[in-house]
């Protein structure tokens, strides 16, 4: 495996789980700022969105491929589908273009 898949998920691991704790420790009672609140709860996706992009984009042997992936997991997303769902027809999606690009 590659070392900077290693480092993403160490990345990953402390921004979720580190901004989940820290308030649960430092702050004894509940936090009623919605601005803090909301913060506290959104950055954990910020972070891995932010490294899952551009990673989508280099991981495979074809930019097109890639967008094929992207956009295919971006409609499926947006019509609320499970994560599994999303994550799967989007590899394939990937797996099926990569062959048809390599046929050309």
């Known amino acids: 495996m590659h070392k900077t898949y290693f480092i993403y998920l160490a990345i990953m691991v402390i921004s979720t789980y580190l901004i989940r704790v820290v308030p649960f420790v430092l702050i ?13 709860h ?30 295919t997991a971006v409609l499926l997303a947006l019509k609320g589908k ?5 994550a799967l027809v989007s590899c394939i999606a990937v797996y099926i273009s990569e062959l048809i690009i390599s046929l050309i």
Request: charge should be positive; proline fraction near 4%.
């Open 82 to 86: 499970s994560l599994t769902t999303v």
């Open 42 to 71: 959104y950055i954990p996706y910020a972070v891995l969105t932010a490294m899952t992009i551009p990673a989508i984009f280099t991981a495979t042997a074809s930019i097109i491929s890639a967008i094929i992936g992207f956009v």
């Open 28 to 40: 004894k009672h509940q936090i009623e700022n919605r601005f803090i609140r909301s913060f506290l």
